[in-house]
């Protein structure tokens, strides 16, 4: 049987921005699930999302064992998958992709001590923001998320990872331009099926 652990944030954990009642999308809507349900049983999905994860900060301890228990969760032949980065432009006062990219190119030097290269998936977040809302934030979202995706191409060169730019793959956002709607969902799980089907 093959294993994929996905750990990501609000977007792998099946967040709902609903402006009535947020919660999570059902089982038959998210992404990860969808997934899962068209490999079969040949596959084992393992999903770890959480809200308002940011690229772990591996120079301190207590965010290194959550990683490492996503290496060992993973095994010695699965393929750790991470879609990070959003909420490390979104949850700061101007964002600035060089940030995230920092970020992601210490934790590729330490997650590549602990695992082959190769069983790394670097997920590039769905670009967010809009170029044309007319607002500037949203632009800039946009603008630093294309800089930001390009920065973890060459580090995922870099360090031996696989990567995938999620970015490309013009996936619906919901009316926050940050979270996935249904629709985005399906896509997402398509796209991610299509890519994992012929890489892996």
């Not at 899962?36 to 290194?64: C, F, M």
């Not at 969760?73 to 979104?90: H, K, Q």
């Not at 940030?99 to 992601?104: G, N, S």
């Not at 934030?137 to 060459?154: A, H, P, Q, V």
Request: aromatic share 12%; hydrophobic share 40%; glycine share 8%.
């Amino acid at each position: 049987m093959r294993k994929i652990v996905f750990f990501g944030d609000s977007n792998t954990y099946g967040y709902e921005p609903s402006e009535v009642m947020p919660g999570r999308y059902p089982a038959e809507v998210r992404w990860v699930d969808r997934f899962a349900g068209q490999l079969g049983k040949e596959w084992q999905v393992i999903s770890n999302g959480l809200n308002g994860r940011k690229i772990p900060d591996v120079r301190h301890t207590y965010q290194q064992e959550p990683v490492l228990r996503m290496i060992k969760e993973a095994g010695e032949a699965g393929i750790l998958a991470v879609m990070l980065g959003t909420n490390d432009l979104v949850l700061t006062y101007t964002a600035d992709a060089e940030v995230p990219i920092a970020k992601m190119n210490r934790f590729l030097a330490f997650v590549t001590e602990h695992m082959d290269p190769e069983r790394l998936l670097i997920i590039a977040p769905v670009y967010i923001g809009s170029s044309n809302a007319g607002i500037q934030f949203l632009s800039d979202w946009y603008k630093e998320s294309i800089k930001m995706n390009e920065g973890f191409r060459t580090l995922s060169a870099k360090y031996g990872n696989r990567f995938v730019d999620a970015g490309k793959w013009g996936i619906e956002l919901a009316y926050d331009y940050v979270h996935f709607s249904s629709s985005g969902h399906l896509q997402f799980a398509e796209h991610i099926l299509t890519y994992c089907l012929n890489s892996f």
